[in-house]
């Protein structure tokens, strides 16, 4: 079944045609690596990977995409306010974004490009864009001259009827009433202390929305298959970014436009000022699991407005449990990996299990086939634990028949299901400084070198790992 997607563009579901067979290129509008990233921005992270998983789910070869935005207003207030270079400042809050989509269970991009590390490229299409008319210099910076753009709000619907000759915006970001011609390149000024480079276009940054124009065409294409981001990104960002490319190149610059919707938090727009501002560190301070806030992300269709409350967060821990029983009971039927779990009763299998595990397979990709419909996809699953659990205890081959089903689902949900009820740990599932030291252990034992390998037993039992040795190497739990 081919993959249909909400075009932001045409405003209508479209069936998913890549450009090449078999392959999808893709480019999501990543951080701005200024602050700690908020639940919402969280959204459109997870959003991206169901997209991601769900492609190769399908069969699909993903290029990802995603910058990292390192260089723009925000990032220049905030570094001066803190009184440090803006590159620490950025490093900073990398770090913590990897570690953020690291817990959240997201896959790693295939490349997460930094607009720093890209002036070269954005410099040449804003000269391509001199050359052809549609840049011209202000007395601050380079400016956009969005009039001579025939399709300048083809994306957002932005009217240019009320538009004033000549009115530009240097700031990075303003709303949908203010479309008016905006910076491709900002001339140094006092403000931008430290944050400048000299280029042919005079010594400057770049605008924000340049810096998506360069990172995007410059590993995917002048013309690829998938842009998202949130519905805030919309106007003004991705009008100027297909503004700035499409002018540039004279192609078509993206195929299929996909938004997410906001986040609410207890029905209102997240604020700091409002109070109801939570940054998934906030969330997992509170005790709630990455899990669990991953469920949520998903269990809402991604073009609804998602309402996150604490009730709703609780609701979702206690359903991820409720999953997690159903895997482990599976797994007792199976006759147990888990350790203490009894062996399998001999039971004849039900050919109606059969049965049921093809109707969620079929319900669970026709709903995310038809734009994502994570809600039904996540039903589909649900509808089966549902049936098995009435026709429970199972066989064990039915049993195993069904945690397939269910592992296989969970490829693209990615709540770590098959991790469910297992104590024992291979040395490969250890984070690399246990792993190396487990291994270092094992290399010791052979070579007969018993103080030493206990040495390292005791230094990672006080990390809090016990290992154990077996006929097929060592083996490794939490205490
Ligand atoms: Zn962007």
């Known amino acids: 079944m081919p993959i249909k997607f909400y075009s932001t563009m045409t405003r209508k579901k479209e069936v998913f045609r890549p450009i090449k067979e078999g392959q999808v290129g893709m480019y999501n509008c990543g951080p701005t690596v200024y602050d700690y990233a908020h639940i919402g921005n969280f959204r459109s992270y997870v959003f991206a990977d169901l997209l991601r998983r769900y492609f190769e789910w399908k069969g699909f070869k993903v290029k990802q995409v995603m910058n990292l935005t390192d260089v723009d207003d925000k990032i220049i207030k905030k570094s001066a306010k803190e009184g440090i270079p803006s590159s620490k400042l950025t490093e900073r809050y990398e770090k913590a974004f990897f570690e953020d989509i690291k817990s959240l269970n997201i896959t790693p991009a295939t490349l997460y490009p930094r607009a720093t590390e890209h002036i070269k490229e954005m410099v040449s299409i804003v000269q391509a864009l001199e050359r052809k008319g549609y840049a011209y210099k202000g007395e601050d910076g380079i400016y956009y001259k969005i009039s001579k753009f025939k399709g300048y709000g083809k ?165 991820v449990k409720g999953v997690e029983n159903f895997v482990a009971e599976m797994q007792a ?37 038809d734009d994502l419909n994570t809600p039904l996809a996540l039903k589909a699953i649900f509808d089966m634990m549902k049936e098995v659990n009435r026709m429970a205890p199972v066989s064990e081959k039915d049993a195993k028949l069904v945690l397939d089903a269910v592992f296989d689902a969970d490829k693209v949900l990615a709540l770590e299901l098959s991790e469910t009820g297992k104590v024992w740990h291979s040395p490969e599932e250890a984070e690399k400084e246990v792993r190396e030291l487990i291994l270092k252990r094992d290399s010791l034992r052979s070579e007969k070198k018993w103080k030493e390998a206990d040495s390292i037993r005791e230094s990672l039992k006080k990390k809090g790992i016990i290992v154990e040795d077996t006929a097929q190497g060592p083996r490794w739990k939490r205490l």
């Open 155 to 319: 994306l957002s619907g932005t009217d240019l009827k009320g538009l004033k000759a000549g009115a530009r915006v240097r700031q990075d970001e303003y709303d949908k009433t203010a479309a008016s011609d905006f910076a491709l390149w900002k001339f140094w000024n006092r403000e931008d202390g430290n944050v400048f480079w000299e280029t042919e276009l005079g010594k400057g940054r770049p605008g924000w929305h340049i810096e998506c124009s360069a990172m995007s065409m410059k590993y995917l294409g002048e013309t690829f298959d998938i842009h998202t981001g949130g519905v805030d990104l919309i106007f003004p960002h991705h009008e100027n970014e297909i503004a700035q490319s499409e002018a540039a190149t004279g192609k078509r610059f993206v195929r299929y436009w996909i938004h997410n919707e906001h986040l609410l938090v207890d029905g209102q727009k997240m604020a700091k000022s409002a109070g109801n501002f939570f940054t998934l560190r906030d969330l997992l301070k509170k005790g709630y699991s990455p899990k669990a806030i991953r469920f949520l992300l998903l269990s809402a269709h991604y073009r609804t407005k998602l309402n996150f409350t604490m009730d709703a967060i609780k609701s979702a821990e206690a359903t």
């Open 333 to 369: 039927d199976k006759g147990g990996t888990a350790e203490g779990q009894p062996k399998a009763v001999k039971r004849e299998s039900n050919p109606q299990i059969q049965k049921v595990i093809e109707k969620a397979r079929r319900d669970f990709e026709k709903a995310l086939d």
